[in-house]
C-alpha cells in the first residue's frame, strides 16, 4: 500500500509519458533526491491492480509468513505473493536497505524475475548503484533488468534537507546544533 503521504500526489508530464510507455523503470539516485515521489506519481495514475511496496517491510512480512507451518498458511502466503506478482503495476520503494542475506535476495530475485518473464510493469527505486545491485542479487538478474527497465540515475542534493526547519535560538547553522561550548 502506498503510503499516506505520497497517496493524493498529482503526476506531472514525466510521470504521465512513463505511464503512457508502460516500461518497467530502475531509479537510481542518493538519499532524498525523489525518487519515492516521482514513483509515487506514476502509481497514482494507475487504477486498480497495483502495488506498492517498502521492500524492507514488505520482506520481513514475508519471512514471518514463510515460516507459518500450517498448510492454511502457506496457502495464504502464496496468495499474497501471487498479489504482488500479478498487479498491473509493482513499485519496490527502497530496494537494498533490507537485511543483506540470501533469503531476503532470494525473494527480490524471485519477484523481479518474474514480472520480467510476464513483462509486467515494475518500478524501483534504490540507493545502490549497478555494482552494488549485481553483488547483492546478482549480475544475470541486474543484466535482465538493463535489458528491459529505463534506467534513470537521479542527482542532487537531499531535498527533505533543503526544506528542513531549523529553530535557531542562538545557533547560526544546523551543524551547530547539539555543539557546547
Do not use: H
Not at 91 to 104: H, P, R, T
Not at 157 to 165: E, G, L, N, P
Amino acid at each position: 500500500m502506498i503510503p499516506k503521504r505520497y497517496k493524493d500526489i498529482a503526476a506531472d508530464d514525466w510521470a504521465k509519458k512513463i505511464a503512457r510507455m508502460e516500461q518497467s523503470v530502475l531509479m537510481i539516485g542518493g538519499v532524498g533526491v525523489g525518487k519515492t515521489y516521482k514513483a509515487a506519481q506514476i502509481y497514482n495514475i494507475f487504477g486498480k491492480s497495483r502495488d506498492f511496496i517498502d521492500v524492507s517491510e514488505y520482506l520481513r512480512e514475508a519471512n514471518r509468513r514463510k515460516w507459518l507451518k500450517t498448510t492454511d498458511a502457506s496457502e495464504r502466503y502464496r496468495e499474497w505473493i501471487d498479489e504482488v506478482m500479478n498487479a498491473k503495476l509493482l513499485v519496490l520503494d527502497d530496494l537494498g536497505i533490507e537485511k543483506a542475506d540470501e533469503q531476503n535476495a532470494s525473494i527480490i530475485r524471485e519477484i523481479i524475475q518474474r514480472r520480467y518473464n510476464d513483462a509486467s510493469m515494475t518500478i524501483i527505486t534504490t540507493n545502490l548503484n549497478g555494482k552494488e545491485l549485481e553483488a547483492r542479487y546478482s549480475a544475470r538478474l541486474i543484466s535482465r533488468v538493463y535489458e528491459d527497465y529505463q534506467v534513470i540515475v537521479m542527482k542532487g542534493a537531499d531535498r527533505r534537507r533543503d526544506k528542513m526547519s531549523v529553530f535557531k535560538m542562538g545557533v547560526e547553522d544546523e551543524n551547530d546544533i547539539g555543539k557546547t561550548d
